[in-house]
């Protein structure tokens, strides 16, 4: 499974963004997908994870509320919509995906895509 990430940029905090994943490959809806970030200077971090149903969500206690991590397997992507943005969330966010149950363990992933820069500007 190779991953293309997009959809990050600058925005303002109290602003919204939707980040998307696309997969390429037959088995994208066999497969966990996850959403990770790193901040700068710091080390990357869970931030979603989605079963290959989409039933099951898993959140980071600091997205809680804020992100919603949703997939359609029939586009083979999978989307984080993250509102209400704040300075903190500035990051490089990397989709994963696991062929194992929806996790936080980032060593559990073994596919990952290149990143996509989110800014969020007080």
């Known amino acids: 499974v190779q991953l293309q990430a997009s959809g990050g940029g600058l925005v303002q905090a109290g602003g919204s963004l939707r980040l998307s994943c696309a997969a390429s490959?037959?088995?994208?809806?066999?497969?966990?997908m996850g959403w990770f970030r790193q901040a700068p200077g710091k080390e990357r971090d869970f931030v979603a994870a989605?079963?290959?149903?989409?039933?099951?969500?898993y959140y980071a206690d600091s997205v809680k509320g804020r992100f919603t991590i949703s997939r359609d397997n029939a586009k083979n992507t999978v989307y984080l919509q993250m509102n209400s943005l704040k300075p903190e969330d500035t990051a490089v966010y990397y989709c994963?995906?696991?062929?194992?149950?929806?996790?936080?363990?980032?060593?559990?992933?073994?596919?990952w895509g290149q990143g996509t820069l989110v800014t969020v500007s007080s």
């Open positions: 994963a995906g696991t062929r194992l149950p929806p996790t936080r363990r980032e060593s559990l992933y073994d596919y």
């Open positions: 490959g037959r088995t994208f809806s066999s497969v966990t």
């Open positions: 989605i079963n290959w149903s989409g039933d099951i969500t």
